[in-house]
């Protein structure tokens, strides 16, 4: 069977996997990112290459990359923790470094189709992805397709407005309900160094009695229950799915559900609710690949 070459960028590492046309992985392991620019880059990804085809028959190489990724073309606009990846031609210097066809996607994008083809979302035609990290992100996918926008900016979720704040960046999603946004919240009210804090440890404060913590927390929910409101009314879809780290929390989705619930009498007639995304780490593995197989690009 035909082998596969399947890789997700980041900012510090890169992610691999030899994985088959059913999503089955046979190896997998990271690397760090190169940091010296575009030509070691398509160096240490040529060399992991030429490496994998020494045991397995490799059929193409299929990319998970961060910005606005223009798959057809191979261009990356925007910007991202890799800037070298921004302007050249990324497919082509690919597929010239590795004599394999090369196909490459927003990370956002890969995770969404992932959900779609072996994941919770599989059964569903329209669904979106909304990803809580140090921002918020996603994808949204319309008739099992991604919808990009024209300026490749579908799924930005965290650019909503949602707040009348008098700060500068105040107003966004991203700004008042990414776990970044919870993690600077405490650290000011608290005057802790942000950088000694992260999700876990603001909802440990809050299990140990803290008072103050408990009500930023309480906020941060608000806030990220209006987002989810007003992308189930500007879209509709089957299904809301959310993904990242603090997600994973044993009581996320009845708090998140419980105040969607509420809000149905209130403002709505629609029912409202989140379901966790089937996948987490190799979730931009699982879709680059489908987005080989299966995508015009």
């Not at 910005?67 to 990356?76: R, T, Y």
């Not at 300026?151 to 991203?174: A, K």
């Not at 996320?252 to 209130?266: A, G």
């Amino acid at each position: 069977m035909s082998k596969y070459v399947v890789i997700d960028v980041g900012g510090s590492a890169i992610k691999y996997s030899v994985m088959d046309g059913e999503g089955v992985s046979y190896e997998k392991g990271s690397m760090p990112t190169p940091k010296s620019g575009i030509s070691e880059f398509v160096e240490v990804v040529g060399n992991l290459v030429e490496d994998f085809k020494k045991t397995y028959e490799i059929n193409g190489l299929a990319c998970s990359m961060p910005g606005a990724v223009e798959p057809k073309s191979g261009i990356i606009y925007g910007a991202s923790a890799v800037d070298y990846i921004h302007g050249p031609n990324i497919k082509e210097l690919l597929s010239q470094r590795t004599g394999l066809r090369v196909s490459i996607e927003n990370d956002a994008n890969c995770a969404g189709l992932a959900e779609g083809w072996l994941g919770a979302a599989k059964d569903c035609e329209n669904f979106m992805c909304v990803v809580i990290g140090t921002g918020i992100g996603g994808c949204i996918i319309v008739n099992k397709k991604i919808l990009r926008g024209k300026n490749l900016h579908g799924g930005e979720f965290g650019f909503m407005l949602v707040d009348d704040s008098d700060e500068i960046e105040g107003h966004t999603w991203s700004n008042n309900a990414s776990t970044f946004a919870l993690v600077k919240k405490v650290s000011k009210e608290k005057g802790l160094d942000a950088e000694e804090l992260n999700g876990k440890k603001v909802f440990e404060m809050a299990e140990s009695g803290d008072e103050e913590v408990k009500n930023i927390i309480d906020k941060w929910y608000n806030y990220l229950v209006r987002g989810i409101f007003n992308l189930k009314y500007i879209i509709d879809p089957e299904k809301i799915l959310i993904g990242g780290a603090i997600s994973s929390r044993s009581d996320f989705y009845d708090i998140v559900n419980e105040r969607l619930s509420k809000m149905k009498s209130y403002y709505a007639k629609l029912d409202i609710s989140v379901e966790k995304c089937a996948f987490e780490n190799d979730s931009n593995l699982i879709g680059a690949l489908y987005n080989f197989l299966y995508c015009d690009n």
